[in-house]
């Protein structure tokens, strides 16, 4: 496993530094070759880039961007290719400590010392670390057999072993639902998902293919309300919860099982973001960033799971492609015209990436809803409007806006929202 | 034949077996738990009182100051962080600035300097962040944090250099009387001791029944803690109490050593001793107190919770001395400030034994130091390249909250760490904002190389804390 490996860095300084080689990191990379970038460095903390993805070893990547269904490992591998194929330099067992706000990236990697590496541009693509018990106070005890779905994951896929025998799940994240149908096929019995909202958190093609095709059952407007053992796992209470949120204890009823799985979410792992005092969005716990995907601090950009929670992969790869490429043609020297319109979200939208555009260019908007709606509208302030069959929280929404669009328009914000038809 | 058999190796029974190696006897120090420090003393809050707290003529006021001025030297001789962060008891009404004054008035008759009643004004300039309902508060510069089971592995780690036998995982089942002695069954195996130290903290009452004293009862005060994330990190500086009641200290605002604040702990007796599970109406009962002392307080900065049981003796005060059962020593019933008290107690322990006929000759070759683990992210950047450039398992990052390095875990392993517990209080890996999620199969590989045990036997807390199992193991 501890590979030795000697990562000489090629170059004392380099146009783009990128940290994270996620599937954020290798589209960034790729795209700051196509703005034009020459020394590209991606810094990734394991031994081969490629993040999470390769121990998403089930199908379901790629339908967007490549128009095919890959599995995790294929999707990394073939951006790998890609990336290796641009001559773009990845350093592997590699961690970034810290970044100056002048770019300067300092760089530990084991056998290959600390050293600071001086860059015109910054990318961020570190993803995101899953929420955990203390985030939503799981009363009980805390004996092992407690994992969150992604580390369970690690577990089953990466290291070969399993995480318990008998599993509840809670939370219908993306994640949950993939474990309960991995471990289901491995011979574990997961034995409910339960999920504290009115309505699934996952994407629907998961909740259909993870739990229906298995029979596994999911509970909605259900939570652990305790967890039970001293030393593993012994079982755990559910109990339906109130209009607050909360469980109602009364109405709970305890399932013996040895594993707790936790798939309530994602939170973008911002460590250095903070150190870098950069002006995050409270409501997605990622840093605010223009059209150009840039933060507050000029030259330093991000992309991936590390601005918002991203349900498929592809659009992870499409905004770090826009990273990238604006990131390069930074480093080039050229500035983009600053934004004139500022997105507001409004009614049942959570929040907007990006935070602003400009009404010279086309982007893609993405956004989250607060809660499901059928038969409804996406409308831009007045300037646009878009029919939706539905929304979810569980799956990004995107708007394409052309600079039509914007023609007639000449105010400095937009704002953003989901309605039900006729209630405009 | 042991000299000396000290059961519990909490802060107590670790404390007294650092103090007892200073001189030429044959030790050991049993424990049921397969770490020290993870009964009891793994929950404490962390506070080394001002010394103001007890009242004049307890026990524990016999003990609390003394013990806060030893803290200073032993966490520079053993290596243990520990800083004297100040503490404000906060009145919120002018019946309480008269207990306050109270309070004050016995902390200086109990020999405590620096105690000063703060007015409105005073307490919102130093900590903002305090309610403005506040009307004063008393500010006492002696209390301090440190990390106790950091304590508990730095007295155990330097007895064991100066010749302490530890046992753990050997839960004690039986003590039998022997010609000049006691014969103690744990885990199973006999250990023949001429003296017994009863420092079994929440089992101290049944380990001196096992002896022949029946002469107390332990009884469990559970405390539920909440910690808060990083964001909140200065926040406040200083410790915030309440005023007392008879019960407990009341809910606390703690500022911890490395910088993540705490709130609680909650005071209810339990049936239970082992009962260390923390609840809504416990979760409910901390936040909403410690909002109205700290408004920007809220329970969705909570990371992590846990609790922890107190042991209490009948009458509330210490149990310490030695029984009518001849060779025996109680130490029962140390609640707060039993963790302030702990180094003045086991002074005291040792000069018992020695009065019951325990012959101290001092050991010349008694080292008192004990070498503080690398903490590599408190370290300077140029020490840091250093320390790399000599070990580059400390340029490998494992966990990314706290920046725990490989070198630092396998230090931790060496030091004694035999599970994921044990690696998360040695080096705080795993025990960030992802509470373990990136770091603790890595933790587990390194648990599993350095021991030589396979991925399956590594395990939470010892026991039947498995972590996973394989493959076949599962379905049919």
Known sequence: MTTATMPVLKHEAYDVVIVGGGPAGLAAALGAREGGAERILVVDREPEAGGILWQCIHAGFGLHHFKEELTGPEYATRFLRMVEEAGIEIATNSYVLDIAPDRTVTIMSGEGGLREVPAKAVVLAMGARERTRGAIRTAGTRPAGVFTAGLAQKFTNMLGYLPGKRVVILGSGDIGLIMARRLTLEGAEVLGVFEIMPYANGLNRNIVQCLHDFDIPLHLSTTVAEIHGRERVEAVTVAPVDENLRPILDKGWRIECDTLLLAIGLIPENELSQRLNLRLDPVTGGPVVNSAMETSVDGIFACGNVVHIHDLVDFVTQEALLAGRCAGEFARGQRRPKDNIKLVPGRNVRYTVPHSISSEREHTIYMRVREPMERCVLRLGEVYQKRLRYVVPGEMVTLKVKPEFLENFHGDSLLVEVVERGDA | ?476
Request: hydrophobic share 40%; charged share 25%.
């Open chain 2, 1 to 476: 034949m042991y000299d000396v058999t000290i059961i519990g190796g909490g802060i107590i029974g670790t404390a007294i077996a650092r103090e007892l190696m200073r001189y030429d006897v044959r030790a050991v120090l049993v424990e049921k738990e397969v770490e020290v420090g993870f009964g009891t003393s793994k929950s404490n809050s962390g506070i080394i009182h001002g010394g103001h707290h007890s009242e004049p003529g307890t026990i524990k006021a016999k003990y609390e100051w003394p013990g806060n001025q030893m803290w200073d030297r032993l966490a520079a001789e053993l290596g243990f962080a520990f800083k004297r962060i100040g503490e404000l008891t906060l009145a919120f009404s002018e019946e309480e600035v008269d207990k306050l004054l109270a309070m004050k008035e016995q902390g200086e008759a109990l020999g405590v300097p620096g105690l000063e009643i703060w007015d409105r004004d005073r307490i919102l300039r130093e900590e903002p962040n305090v309610s403005p309902s506040v009307v004063a508060g008393l500010y006492a510069p002696t209390t301090g944090v440190i990390n106790p089971y950091e304590a508990c592995f730095a007295f155990a780690g330097n007895a064991r250099k100066n010749g302490l036998e530890l046992a753990l995982g050997r839960p004690v089942s039986a003590i039998e009387r022997i010609p000049g002695g006691f014969l103690v069954i744990a885990g199973g195996e006999p250990i023949p001791t001429r003296f017994i130290v009863n420092a079994a903290g929440l089992f101290a009452d049944e380990v001196a029944r096992m002896a022949g004293d029946d002469t107390f009862r332990i009884t469990g005060r559970k405390g539920e803690e909440y910690l808060l994330d990083k964001r909140l990190q200065g926040f406040v500086q200083r410790l915030l109490f309440p005023l007392p009641t008879p019960e407990s200290k009341g809910i606390l605002v703690i500022p911890t050593y490395d910088g993540t604040l705490m709130v609680g702990p909650t005071a209810h007796a339990t049936e239970d001793k082992t009962d260390v599970a923390t609840s809504w109406a416990g979760s409910d009962e901390v936040f909403s107190f410690v909002k109205r002392v700290v408004p920007g307080i809220s329970e969705r900065d909570c990371i992590a919770q846990f609790a922890g049981v107190r042991a209490v003796a009948d009458g509330n005060d210490f149990i310490i001395g030695p029984s009518h059962v001849e060779g025996l020593i109680n130490v029962a019933g140390i609640q707060s400030p039993g963790l302030t008290a702990a180094p003045a107690i086991a002074v005291d322990v040792v000069r018992m034994l020695s009065d019951l006929g325990l012959e101290l000759a001092e050991k010349h070759d008694f080292d008192p130091t004990y070498k503080a683990p690398v903490r590599f992210n408190m370290l300077p950047r140029e020490e840091q390249r250093r320390l790399v450039a000599r070990d580059p398992s400390y340029g490998k990052i494992v966990c990314r909250c706290e920046y725990v390095t490989e070198g630092e875990i396998r230090d931790a392993i060496r030091a004694g760490a035999r599970t994921l517990d044990g690696i998360k209080f040695r080096t705080r890996a795993g025990m960030g904002r992802c509470q373990g999620g990136f770091c603790s199969w890595r933790s587990m590989q390194l648990l599993s190389e350095e021991l030589g045990i396979s991925m399956t036997e590594v395990t939470k807390k010892g026991g039947n804390s498995w972590l996973v199992c394989e493959f076949e193991e599962v379905g049919s």
